[in-house]
């Protein structure tokens, strides 16, 4: 049977290849003194708080278990508001907001409404992987374009300016990024904006890191800027619920009828039971205990990122956000004697079972020199991590 075209350009996820390779490794060591740790993983270690917990029993045993409006439960587009307002000091509608199968959908959704066959997505290289297959899968053609370290690993409106050619639609942002955890500066996102809006184009940000800010320069919603930013979230990186499927869509109030119809046709809605266990994450003792965990894992990347520079494994921008550091391994994997970050991951979790994420799927640009360590596990295992990388490349 022949596949789609658009089904035939879909390039491997190598993440998953990696956690793969490493799950055969870690059975093959089971019962050694060196259980593997799991740096590769982007999601994080702790589980939805108890008070979501509970509200997702009583959902289920109250029989609340019906489809919902396709741009999600009322109550739960009002708290999503609320949580702007109360936390970035910005009025987003509640209208505004569609309610998703976590960001995946809300990207999906986002790329079918604005992307038209051929049009191009200007992208930074190295970006998140499933971002190039959202727009492809559109029919839409990502256009990747090297981010420096100088450049926080983000576009510039200058690059943007300069990329932008008649099949040009709009650019695809993440603040913070996955792989880099970094953030674009305020002002140089509004710079890109304007160029964008000057060509009549679409400004996509996925801020699914957005919660897990860690500087107060960079930890302002996108949706501040005007109501032309297409914004996406979600409920698994800072309200901590990867598998329970649920994000979100902030669209201009004028995209909102048809993104409507969209998510009815092609979604229904998302998860029922997740929507109304996600209410509770925005009561106050949910709120303080991912306010907890994000200070957590700032002091996660206050201990990793020097201790992966002890190392020789130089991170050459801070991570200012999300629970990544992204590492130049070039002299590490020198010392070694291997090249490339795809055999430095591989050795490195051979010899010191770490699992961990090679530049490949990431993009293009330099990726064969960096390495993406998560820093989504607790301090003692990335205490362990650090001495085992340290006696490595000592
Ligand atoms: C930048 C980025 N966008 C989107 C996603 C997809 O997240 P979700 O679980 O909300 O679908 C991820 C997941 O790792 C991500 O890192």
Not at 272 to 300: G, H, I, M, N
């Amino acid at each position: 049977m022949t596949l789609a075209r658009r089904a035939q350009r879909i390039e491997p996820f190598y993440v998953m290849e990696m956690a793969k390779r490493a799950a055969e490794v870690a059975r093959a060591s089971a019962g050694g003194d060196a259980p593997m740790i799991y740096l590769n993983i982007g999601e994080p270690d702790f589980t939805a708080p108890p008070l979501v917990q509970e509200a997702a029993e009583r959902a289920i045993r109250a029989g609340r278990t019906q489809y919902t409006q396709a741009p999600g439960l009322p109550e739960l587009r009002e708290r999503i508001s609320a949580w702007y307002a109360q936390r970035f000091g910005v009025q987003v509608p509640a209208r505004r907001i569609v309610v998703t199968a976590g960001a995946s959908a809300a990207l999906q959704l986002a790329c079918l409404a604005l992307i038209d066959a051929g049009d191009e997505v200007l992208m930074p290289d190295p970006s998140y992987p499933c971002n190039r297959q959202f727009v492809a899968a559109a029919d839409g053609v990502p256009v990747m374009i090297p981010a420096t370290a100088a450049e926080r690993f983000q576009l510039s409106a200058d690059k943007v300016e300069a990329a932008w050619g008649p099949r040009t639609r709009g650019v695809m942002l993440a603040s913070p990024s996955n792989p880099t955890g970094t953030s674009i500066a305020p002002d140089e996102l509004r710079r890109i904006h304007d160029v964008v809006r000057a060509r009549n184009g679409v400004t996509f940000v996925d801020e699914i890191y957005l919660g897990l800010s860690h500087d107060p320069r960079y930890g302002q919603t996108a949706l501040a800027l005007d109501e032309n930013v297409i914004s996406i979230n979600s409920f698994s990186k800072y309200f901590c619920m990867t598998g329970w499927r649920l994000g979100w869509l902030v669209v201009p109030e004028s995209l909102v009828n048809a993104v409507e119809m969209l998510a009815q046709h092609l979604f229904i809605c998302a998860s029922t039971v997740s929507q109304f266990a996600a209410l509770a994450c925005f009561e106050p003792d949910s709120l303080a205990e991912y306010e907890r965990r994000r200070a957590e894992f700032k002091a996660r990347r206050d201990f990793f990122v020097p201790a992966l520079e002890a190392a020789g494994l130089h991170v050459p921008v801070q991570p200012d956000g999300a629970f990544y550091a992204w590492a130049d391994c070039t002299a590490a994997a020198r010392k070694l004697g291997v090249s490339g970050s795809w055999d430095f991951a591989e050795a490195v979790m051979q010899r010191a079972h770490l699992a961990i994420t090679p530049g490949r799927d990431f993009g293009q640009h330099e990726t064969a020199q960096y390495i993406r360590f998560s820093t989504a596990s607790s301090m003692a295992q990335l205490h362990t991590a650090a001495d085992r990388l340290k006696a490595l490349l000592a």
